[in-house]
T-cell receptor, first 112, second 114 residues
Framework: GDSVTQMEGPVTLSEEAFLTINCTYT??????LFWYVQYPGEGLQLLLK?????DKGSNKGFEATYRKETTSFHLEKGSVQVSDSAVYFC???????????FGRGTSLIVHP | ETGVTQTPRHLVMGMTNKKSLKCEQH?????MYWYKQSAKKPLELMFV???????ENNSVPSRFSPECPNSSHLFLHLHTLQPEDSALYLC?????????????FGSGTQLSVL
């Protein structure tokens, strides 16, 4: 079945550092890929998505590129802020299914 | 504000109590979900209602009972819970248009079972 693997956290960075959170997936077809973010005390919200190979999703300075050859969708940001501290979830949806498969989540802590 | 409202935000209950969690969405979506989020564990999909039909998750104990009276409202009825059921319960909604649809989540109900 489909699966999503994320790097273990927490990831701890200083403000203005470069961020990468790795995500790889297993799917039988051509999934859509998503990054969701969960800020403290809130539910998840969509951060960005990509629906086909080589697409780049971007939002709020975050980017991720759909790499079919490496089955990856790594999240990057050039300069993180304290306000980016949150849990980040990689997810996929495949075929006719509207029900996504989520990764375990990666906690990001950014220090001033 | 995501358009998905959950009440209550916090709930403390004893193991013999009966309580219900409520979720309401104002987005015109036709699918609603219950997720359980426990510390150090993956996000767990408990139930999905699509067009008011339930998609079962056979690993969810019968002490959790969902109800979806219409496409805008979703309940999770709780009875004789165990301490390990303490978690954040998240409701979400979406359209059933296929793989490109995103989920909209509520802020969750933080449940503590004593």
């Amino acid at each position: 079945g489909d699966s999503v693997t994320q790097m273990e956290g927490p990831v701890t960075l200083s403000e203005e550092a470069f961020l990468t959170i790795n995500c790889t997936y297993t799917a039988t077809g051509y999934p859509s890929l998503f990054w969701y973010v969960q800020y403290p005390g809130e539910g998840l919200q969509l951060l960005l998505k990509a629906t086909k190979a080589d697409d780049k999703g971007s939002n709020k300075g975050f980017e991720a590129t759909y790499r079919k050859e490496t089955t990856s969708f790594h999240l990057e940001k050039g300069s993180v802020q304290v306000s980016d501290s949150a849990v980040y979830f990689c997810a996929l949806s495949e075929g006719g299914s509207y029900i996504p498969t989520f990764g375990r989540g990666t906690s990001l802590i950014v220090h001033p | 504000e995501t358009g998905v409202t959950q009440t209550p935000r916090h709930l403390v209950m004893g193991m013999t109590n009966k309580k219900s969690l409520k979720c309401e969405q104002h987005l015109g979506h036709n699918a609603m979900y219950w997720y359980k989020q426990s510390a150090k564990k993956p996000l767990e999909l408990m139930f999905v209602y699509s067009l008011e039909e339930r998609v079962e998750n056979n690993s969810v104990p019968s002490r959790f009972s969902p109800e979806c009276p219409n496409s805008s409202h979703l309940f999770l009825h709780l009875h004789t819970l165990q301490p390990e059921d303490s978690a954040l319960y998240l409701c979400a909604s979406s359209q059933t248009g296929g793989r490109n649809e995103k989920l909209f989540f509520g802020s969750g109900t933080q449940l503590s079972v004593l």
